[in-house]
Nanobody, 124 residues
Framework: QLQASGGGLVQAGNSLRLSCAAS????????SAWFRQAPGKEREFVAA????????YYADSVKGRFSVSRNNAKNTMFLQMNSLKPDDTAVYYC???????????????????WGQGTLVTVSS
């Protein structure tokens, strides 16, 4: 089970850090990711970490502004979001999978475990 938290209302240019706590299974050796869904739009890939490689992957729209990390000992994943823009407004979901191959990392339907989502609203 995954539990996302940390969303809120922020002004453009500010920062926010989302957290995702895992229970029942650990994040260790998982493919763990963040997706988001804006009103009226499809869910889209934001960022991910591939197993314990330390390798991270980002959508072009957030590259250089967002950073994904994990604390395996605390079973928690983070998304540090800097220089937020109004276009970043969305419900953010954390996700994890334990059998995925790298080529599917940006595909939401490839993930078996999902958090409930946390709303991020960026005002201009």
């Amino acid at each position: 089970q995954l539990q996302a938290s940390g969303g809120g209302l922020v002004q453009a240019g500010n920062s926010l850090r989302l957290s995702c706590a895992a229970s029942g299974r650990t994040f260790s050796n998982s493919v763990s990711a963040w997706f988001r869904q804006a009103p009226g739009k499809e869910r889209e890939f934001v960022a991910a970490m591939f197993r314990n490689s330390g390798n991270t992957y980002y959508a072009d729209s957030v590259k250089g502004r967002f950073s994904v990390s994990r604390n395996n000992a605390k079973n928690t994943m983070f998304l540090q979001m800097n220089s937020l823009k109004p276009d970043d407004t969305a419900v953010y979901y954390c996700a994890a999978d334990y059998s995925m191959i790298l080529s599917s990392i940006r595909t939401s339907r490839a993930y078996d475990y999902w958090g409930q989502g946390t709303l991020v609203t960026v005002s201009s």
